[in-house]
């Protein structure tokens, strides 16, 4: 059986972020806090949000990240921040990539003598948190427990209240497509099979409904769905988290991860061999009927939706895909048991061209 290693302190609730922020910095004695987050990603009024809730006399600094910088350059700048200001605390707020990137940057602070890890809050988005599976592609090696886990995660579907309706449908796709290739690995794991399918049900449930997203109980479900997906996922992840980190790593700019995702998922599970039983259970959670392939009712679910058809129309060059299809099949040491499919990575990406 797989583990799923969960955060030390996870906070969900509505208008939760002041009171834990206070609250965790009041335990751990806190003083001078680094706040880092793509804040061009933000509204306005969720970045004034989150500065507020760091009073000024503990606030060592609000870095922000241009989307456009490359990630290892952005993680050096952190820790370089963060030593020339003596902060005590990373406070990371955003996108997904932000917030992987700053956990990037937390990992650095283990090559200093004589230094532990300081603490961080994570603060996410509609677009949710990053891919437990992203450290062993970084780092290059299985995945290791202490390399995953966060400090604190702050959960609040108040912050995502004036998210734009294809921001909030790119978080439910990546949601979605995490979870179902969760429930899909071939590890053991039953809760996390629980955990996955729950959160595909949560996911497909609001992206059909994704005009109630102003209503505060939609949010909070869609929040939990994408929560849910991230733990679930690291029972294993699948050949779409693969090709999307590879053509991610051939971009000029990062691209949207929803995007990518809508274009692969419905590509990739056609030409997978899932279990009559997997299946069974999927295309309840999805609410497909019976006699519906699994593939074509993502499509359908995802057609209204607005995302890119093709990855042409997202952007990605022939040369893109061959770069990327290289990149992906040398990665499928980190998920062996998808060889078969990662192969055929090459003419799966450009099919979807």
Known sequence: MTLITYSSRVHFSDGITEEAIFAEFESSG?????????????????????????????????????????????????????????ADALVAAGSSRALEIVRQAHQEFRKIAGRGLPPMLLIPWVYGLPDPQDQAAHSGREQHPELKTSTVIILDPTLTSDADRHATASGLATALSRAIEAFLSPAFHPPADGVALSAVRSAARALRTIDQRADIGWRRDAMAASFGATLAQEKGAGPVQALVYALSRHLKGPADGGDLRAVLLPRVLAVRNIPAEQARLLKEALNLDGDALIAEGIAELLRPLGFPQRLSDVGIAETNLELAAIDAEEMVHLWPRNATLMAGAKSLLAAAR
């Open 30 to 86: 806190i003083h001078r806090p680094i706040l880092v987050g793509d804040f061009a990603s933000l509204s306005p009024q969720v970045s004034e949000r989150l500065i507020a809730a760091l009073p000024a006399w503990r606030l060592g600094s609000a870095l922000d990240m241009p989307v456009d910088a490359a990630g290892a350059a952005l993680a050096s700048r952190i820790v370089e921040a963060f030593r020339d200001r003596r």
